[in-house]
């Protein structure tokens, strides 16, 4: 995990790189049956999966920058999106913090992307990657840690936690309810990370930080890593979101823009109508728009050797 100490400025960038590697081997889902099982279901839940205008816009910018090819690298890979795009010709990289999350592509790599570049299965592409592509998680109520009603039971175990499973004709045995992996409780109909996993969110995820200076900080510290993946002259490609909730506007667009300029000469900020925007309860409290920045690296190397 990601708590060493690590030195940050006042926006979050690290001052120093610690160098602690951050890969955790696969591990089962904690509390929960074989993790093959609930694949299908934790797909299904994913509540922030890259949507088609998403995508189609990504698409339409890189081919008018002629990035055609190359490694596309996403450090929040969530259920895998990004590897759509190999069937336009690029190759794709994905890091993902949750293990179930990770597991719903094999070619997601669990790891933390506040250490990207220490990941085994990245090291030999630091310094490599045309176009960071990605959708961090934007701190939002998705983000909140909220499991589902504590008062009712899930359907399928009836609150036990525990399904039968058929060893063979005759015997059976029980495991982790597949559904509500072991918690026994309904699953509730809002959609959220937490929610998702049946569990809490892994301690470094963005994906349980509300916006703020905690979220602030985690963000940076991946900008930082991943502008060290990226080769001199590569691009950044970051969809995220503001929004608005009971204290007003909260500017996670605008920070990641100003974060993204630190690294990159900004090349472009896109507004991107989704279906979520305006649509359902709520509509009128939604931003209008998600957006995509896009930006570019410095194309020199330095004397050091450093790409950037
Ligand atoms: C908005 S979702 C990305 C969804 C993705 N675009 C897709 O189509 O599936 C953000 C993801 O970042 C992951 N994440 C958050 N913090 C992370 C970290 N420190 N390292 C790696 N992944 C992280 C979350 O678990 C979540 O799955």
New binding site residues.
């Given amino acids: 995990m990601?708590d060493e100490p690590v030195t940050l400025d006042d926006d979050g960038f690290v001052v120093e790189d610690t160098g602690v590697p951050s890969h955790r081997s696969p591990a089962p889902a904690p509390g929960s049956g074989p993790l093959a099982d609930r694949i299908d279901q934790i797909r299904r839940d994913?509540p922030?999966?890259?949507s088609a205008p998403i995508i189609d816009q990504i698409r339409v910018e890189l081919r008018s920058r002629l990035i055609t090819d190359g490694t596309l690298l996403?450090?929040?890979?969530?259920?895998?999106?990004?590897h759509v795009l190999r069937d336009d010709g690029y190759d794709t990289l994905g890091?993902?913090?949750?293990p179930e999350?990770a597991a719903c592509d094999a070619r997601t790599t669990e790891?933390?992307?506040?250490r990207i570049t220490s990941i085994p299965a990245m090291k030999d592409h630091v310094g490599r990657v045309r176009a960071i592509v990605?959708?961090?998680?934007y701190g939002n109520r998705f983000s909140d840690g909220y499991l589902g009603s504590d008062n009712e039971k899930c359907r399928r175990c009836n609150g036990s936690g525990q399904e039968p499973v058929a060893v063979n004709a005759v015997n059976s045995a029980t495991r982790d309810c597949t559904m509500c992996g072991a918690t026994g409780k309904a699953k509730s109909k809002r959609r959220g990370?937490a929610i998702a996993l049946g569990r809490r969110?892994s301690p470094?995820?963005?994906?349980g930080m509300a916006w703020g200076p905690r979220y602030r900080s985690?963000h940076g510290e991946?900008i930082q890593q991943c502008d060290r993946m990226l080769e001199p002259g590569g691009w950044w490609m970051v969809n995220v979101s503001s929004f608005l909730n009971t204290d007003g506007y909260q500017p996670v667009m605008e920070w990641w823009l100003g974060a993204i300029a630190r690294v990159a000469r900004v090349d472009g900020l896109v507004a991107i109508e989704t279906r979520r925007m305006k649509h359902g309860q709520n509509g009128d409290r939604r931003v209008p728009a998600e957006h995509l920045i896009i930006a570019r690296s410095p194309t020199t190397i330095d004397v050091s050797g450093d790409p950037r």
């Fill in positions: 990601t994913f922030a999966r890259y996403d450090p929040f890979c969530g259920v895998g999106g990004i890091v993902e913090i949750e999350f790891g933390d992307s506040t990605t959708s961090p998680a990370y969110t470094n995820s963005g994906g985690m991946v």
